[in-house]
Structures are given as structure tokens and as C-alpha cells.
């Protein structure tokens, strides 16, 4: 006998095919009650019906099928198979068009009715029975129930097109393609965005539709995806509908089929143009923010929303006396405002948080080398997407002004104290219109001279004038020849 390695000849071949015939032709047919065992017991649906719809021979697992207990029930109860079993009368005259003309009709597909009115979905394979002159007595069949299969099927295809509508309601464009790297599907972003449309790319790959230096980056980065698998992200350039070059981040994904092996890999292409241009303009606006804040004479800060600081101008480092390593160390702005203060600098940093304006305040502050000094701070939020991510300090140097504020305090306390070592009459003093006596304030009534000694520095000498001295000694010798000698 040759080896199995061995390759065998054209005669040891024919040899082995006539053994086999041999054996073939040994065996005995297949008995009718082997054939009758398997047709009734089967799961497959047998019949024969007349041309017209009537059920001349039917199996146990077509009446099955079809909701019948048995097949004689089957027969004694339906009397039209196109009104009684198909849903649709057109299904009925196309299978009965096309057996006719053919003879015989294969794997034709159509939902019944039940026995019980639900609907069962079923493949045919049937030919034609003839008389010896040709013509049609009889239609033969297997039925088959392919409910399961169709429902199987249905499901698919909602959850295809709820995937469809999925991917069509994103805005960001979608793709997916094979192991080759062909474009299977995409959603409509992806043709807008693209400009081109389902046929020109199924079936294509990045070389086909894309100019050839982007093409080759977008293959090599296929590749990669499908030998490594995973995730795979990264930044590089498109040509959009327009013509225009656009910046885009790609982000893919490799899937795999039912052998375990990769099978394509599906992606989005987010453009980012906007965003980088938005970048570069931001950039340039914290430069010149930052040149002109080195020519400002005042300190400028920019710190966290923590106000851990993060920025500090010439004068800022000069008036603490920091510089960009204790930056990078990590300086709290809080740390330098003097206990007392800093309660009342939460407050206000929890209200600018929230985009409410605080008139500018007043802090005493210390300073690296143990000073002090006092500063009039303004801060205004930096929001970034709706949220404040820190703040942008300006600290003015009011040291001399509070100097001169103290000078002038104390020169008021100093000139309070000296008036009030000077006495003084103010106010509305009542005054007899008779005797012109004065009332106090306990509501005493005082003689002139003796109140205006008492509220004053002023004392007094007496005298009389000529008026009254006319009226008491007007009338005396004495007093005449005074005046007269005058």
C-alpha cells in the first residue's frame, strides 16, 4: 500500500475509484418505510395540492407549520390555498406563473397565514406533476419555515438603519472600511464634508480618492492599525469638498470579524482648523497681554482659580521680590495678604467666581524679605467655556498714600485735641430781654458776665457807659460840673 506521503499514481487512483463504486453498488436501497419514516417525522413540510388550491396529500410538519393539528384537518378546512394562506394574492399567481413556465420553482419566499391568524414567513421548492399528454394534474412541494430566519433578518436591518440614523445625526464626519482598507460605508457628514457622494467612494481605498502625498500617510496609518489593532489617534491634514486643506484629528478604531482576526476599522475626522486658528489668535492676544503688562508701572498677576500664580510682570516681581523659579515652585496669592484680610479675600474671590464685580479693595500684604506694604488690588475673571479657570490680577503700590493718610489723621487728632483746650461760645444762647440774664444748659439762670467767664477765656472789668451813667447821676451837682469840665 503507498505511504500517505507518498503522491499515488493515475492507476492506484482508478483502482481506489472502483472499490469504492464496488461498495456503492453493494448496498441496499433505502426501503419505502425508511422514506415514509423520514417525510412524516421530518421538520420539512411535504404536500401536494391541485392547480386549482386544494390539498390533495400533506405531511405532519406541514400542517405544523401552518397551525394544523394534523394534516387531515389541514385538508378538511382549507378549501383556497391563495385566500386562505398567502397575505398577498399576488405572491399566489406569481409562484403559479412561474411553475407553470418553468416547471418547477426554487427557494420562493412568502409570509402565510396561520390556522390561528398570526403569519408564519416560508421557502418553497415545488415542480409541476403531467399527465402522459403534458398537462398539469398536481403540484409538489417542500415546504420550508424560515419564520425565525426572517425575524433574525428584521432585527438586523432595524438595528442597521437605527445605526444609519445613528451615524447620520452626527455632525462629526464617520467612516469604515475593510481589511483592505476599502471604504464599506459612511454617514452623511462624511459626503458633505468630502463632497462626494456613495458611488464614487464604496469600494475605493485612500489612494483612489485622495491626493497621492496625503494618500500615503493615511495607508501607512491604516496599516499600522491593522497589524497592531486597538485605537489609533492622531493629527494630519484633509482636502475638504472646497478644495481647502483643513487640519483634522483622526480617530480609529480596528474591529474585528468572527475568526478573531481584524476585519477593517472605523473612524471620525474631527476639523480642527477653527480650533488652531482660535489657538494661534489667543496666543498672540497673551503675548501682546504680556509685553504690554511689562510696560505697565503697576504690578500685573495671573493666577489659577485657586490663585496659585502663574504669572508676574517686572513690577510684580520687584514689589514681592519673587521671580520666575518661585513661580514654578508654587506661590499662593492668599499667602501674601496679612491675616486680617484674608477672610475678606475669599469672599470676594468666591463672588468673582461667579462673574459679579467687586470694587477695587484695599490689603495690607507682606512681602519676601518680611515687609509690608499696602496695595489697591483689581481682579477680573478668566473664563474659559463658560467657567472661570483663574483670574488676572492688577496691585497698585498705595504705601505713600496710606503714609500721607496717617500724617493727615494724626494732624486731625492733634488740631481736635487743641480745640478742644479752647473754650467757646456757639449756638443760639438765651438771654433775658429784662434783666439779660443767661440760661444754661441744666436750665439755670446766670448772671451775664458770670456765664460768659465760665464758657470762655474772656474775664471781665467793670465800667459804666454815658448813657447809664447819665441816668443815675443826671441829676447830681457833682456829676454836671464833671461833665462840663470835660
Known amino acids: 500500500m503507498t505511504a500517505m506521503t507518498d503522491t499515488p499514481t493515475y ?60 394534516p387531515e384537518q389541514l385538508k378538511a378546512e382549507v378549501t ?25 420553482i426554487e427557494n420562493f419566499e412568502c ?52 445605526v444609519a440614523l ?32 456613495r458611488e464614487e467612494l464604496i469600494g475605493k481605498t485612500v489612494v483612489d480618492i485622495n491626493p497621492s502625498e496625503l494618500a500615503r500617510i493615511y495607508h501607512e496609518k491604516d496599516e499600522e492599525l491593522f ?24 480617530d480609529k478604531s480596528a474591529y474585528k470579524g468572527r475568526d478573531g482576526k481584524v476585519a ?9 482648523t477653527d480650533r488652531i486658528r482660535m489657538e494661534a489668535a489667543l496666543k498672540k492676544s497673551e503675548e501682546r497681554f504680556r509685553e504690554m503688562a511689562e510696560l505697565l508701572p503697576g504690578a500685573v498677576l495671573e493666577s489659577d482659580a485657586k490663585l496659585n500664580i502663574t ?34 479675600a475669599a469672599r470676594r474671590v468666591a463672588v468673582r467666581k461667579h462673574g459679579k464685580t467687586v470694587r477695587p479693595t484695599e490689603y495690607r500684604m507682606h512681602t519676601r524679605d518680611g515687609g509690608e506694604i499696602w496695595v489697591q488690588l483689581n481682579a477680573s475673571p478668566i473664563v474659559k467655556e463658560g467657567r472661570t479657570t483663574g483670574f488676572r490680577i492688577v496691585l497698585t503700590d498705595i504705601n505713600q498714600r496710606k503714609q500721607i493718610e496717617k500724617e493727615r489723621e494724626n494732624l486731625i487728632a492733634e488740631l481736635k485735641a487743641a480745640l478742644a483746650e479752647i473754650k467757646t461760645l456757639q449756638g443760639i444762647v438765651p438771654i433775658c430781654s429784662k434783666c439779660k440774664k443767661i440760661r444754661d444748659d ?25 448813657d447809664c451813667a447819665d441816668k443815675l447821676y443826671g441829676h447830681e451837682d457833682w456829676y454836671r460840673k464833671l461833665q462840663d469840665k470835660s
Open 311 to 344: 504669572y508676574a510682570n517686572r513690577m510684580g516681581m520687584k514689589l514681592f521680590g519673587i521671580s520666575d523659579d518661585d513661580i514654578a515652585a508654587g506661590i499662593n496669592g492668599l499667602d501674601w495678604i496679612c491675616p486680617e484680610h484674608r477672610e475678606k
Open 11 to 70: 492507476e492506484e487512483l482508478a483502482a481506489r475509484v472502483r472499490e469504492l463504486e464496488a461498495t456503492v453498488q453493494q448496498q441496499p436501497p433505502p426501503s419505502s418505510e425508511l422514506l415514509t419514516g423520514i417525510v412524516d417525522k421530518g421538520v420539512v413540510g411535504f404536500y401536494v395540492t391541485t392547480p386549482d388550491g386544494r390539498f390533495i396529500w400533506a405531511n405532519q410538519a406541514f400542517a405544523s407549520i401552518l397551525g394544523y393539528d394534523s
Open 227 to 250: 497589524t497592531a489593532g486597538g485605537t489609533q489617534r492622531y493629527e494630519s491634514r484633509v482636502q475638504n469638498a472646497k478644495g481647502q486643506m483643513r487640519n483634522v484629528i483622526f
Open 80 to 104: 383556497d390555498i391563495q385566500t386562505q394562506f398567502f397575505l398577498d394574492p399576488g405572491d399566489r399567481r406569481h409562484f403559479r406563473e412561474t411553475l407553470e413556465r418553468d416547471g418547477s
Open 442 to 466: 441744666q436750665g439755670y439762670w446766670n448772671i451775664l458776665e458770670t456765664f460768659i467767664q465760665e464758657h470762655s477765656e474772656a474775664s471781665f472789668s467793670h465800667s459804666i457807659c454815658p
Open 166 to 197: 445613528l451615524l447620520n445625526s452626527l455632525p462629526v464626519p464617520v467612516f469604515y472600511k475593510d481589511r483592505q482598507g476599502r471604504y464599506l460605508g459612511f454617514n452623511r457628514a462624511f459626503e458633505t464634508f468630502f463632497g462626494k457622494n
Open 264 to 272: 477593517g476599522l472605523i473612524g471620525t475626522v474631527l476639523d480642527i
Open 111 to 162: 409570509e402565510m397565514r396561520r390556522r390561528d391568524g398570526d403569519t408564519a414567513w416560508v421557502s418553497e421548492n415545488a415542480c409541476c406533476r403531467r399527465d402522459p399528454d403534458g398537462r398539469i394534474t398536481a403540484y409538489e412541494g417542500m415546504l420550508f419555515d424560515i419564520t425565525a430566519r426572517r425575524q433574525a433578518e428584521q432585527k438586523q436591518e432595524e438595528a442597521e438603519a437605527f
